[in-house]
T-cell receptor, first 114, second 114 residues
Framework: EPEVTQTPSHQVTQMGQEVILRCVPI?????FYWYRQILGQKVEFLVS????????KSEIFDDRFSVERPDGSNFTLKIRSTKLEDSAMYFC????????????FGSGTRLTVV | DAKTTQPPSMDCAEGRAANLPCNHS???????VYWYRQIHSQGPQYIIH???NNETNEMASLIITEDRKSSTLILPHATLRDTAVYYC???????????????FGKGTKLSVKP
């Protein structure tokens, strides 16, 4: 069964540094997403991406965050000037239609900002 | 998007049917009901969705009341691997990234016991 692959599985960074979280969505999917989950809390939407541009973003996705699809397979989330409160599990997801069903999520990257 | 209400936790005996309820009394006519689950700290997993008719797939059945104000997810023969947090999400099934925001609540923590 096709999978969404995320790397690294765990990233530790110092406060103020930049991090890039990487994702390889399912090859025939056209819609891409980032969500995050702070330990013990809800899964929160960050951003959706379609046709090489951001479709929607949440209040969490401030100007320190950016996404990119640098080639035909990777989808990245960059966080600049990281803060302690950015520590969370970050999930990448992709879907074929963007209609709310059939999203496939990756297993996540645990980001720890120290 | 309409809000949903789910019990915080439920238990189910292994091999028995697990019936997970969801209330969505303010659902609009063009909003679908989606179910996802999250096993431990993994990424959420899509289960099933529906508009007004009952739906069944290899994972589960979805029963939506005639007035569409509530629904029940049924796992016909629960196993220990079905222990997870189950999320009921209601949103418009718009196609395209602009409608890609799945709003996760706290869900129901289902514990399947031997």
């Amino acid at each position: 069964e096709p999978e969404v692959t995320q790397t690294p599985s765990h990233q530790v960074t110092q406060m103020g540094q930049e991090v890039i979280l990487r994702c390889v969505p399912i090859s025939n999917h056209l819609y891409f997403y980032w969500y995050r989950q702070i330990l013990g809390q809800k899964v929160e939407f960050l951003v959706s991406f379609y046709n090489n541009e951001i479709s929607e973003k949440s209040e969490i996705f401030d100007d320190r965050f950016s996404v990119e699809r640098p080639d035909g397979s990777n989808f990245t989330l960059k966080i600049r000037s990281t803060k302690l409160e950015d520590s969370a599990m970050y999930f990448c997801a992709s879907s074929e239609t963007g209609g709310g069903y059939g999203y496939t999520f990756g297993s996540g990257t645990r980001l720890t900002v120290v | 998007d309409a809000k949903t209400t789910q019990p915080p936790s439920m238990d189910c005996a292994e091999g028995r049917a697990a019936n997970l309820p969801c209330n969505h009394s303010t659902i609009s006519g063009n909003e679908y009901v989606y179910w996802y689950r999250q096993i431990h700290s993994q990424g959420p997993q899509y289960i099933i969705h529906g508009l007004k008719n009952n739906e069944t797939n290899e994972m589960a059945s979805l029963i939506i009341t005639e007035d569409r104000k509530s629904s029940t997810l049924i796992l016909p023969h629960a196993t220990l691997r079905d222990t997870a947090v189950y999320y009921c999400i209601v949103r418009v099934a718009g196609v395209g990234g602009s409608q890609g925001n799945l709003i996760f609540g706290k869900g129901t923590k289902l514990s399947v016991k031997p």
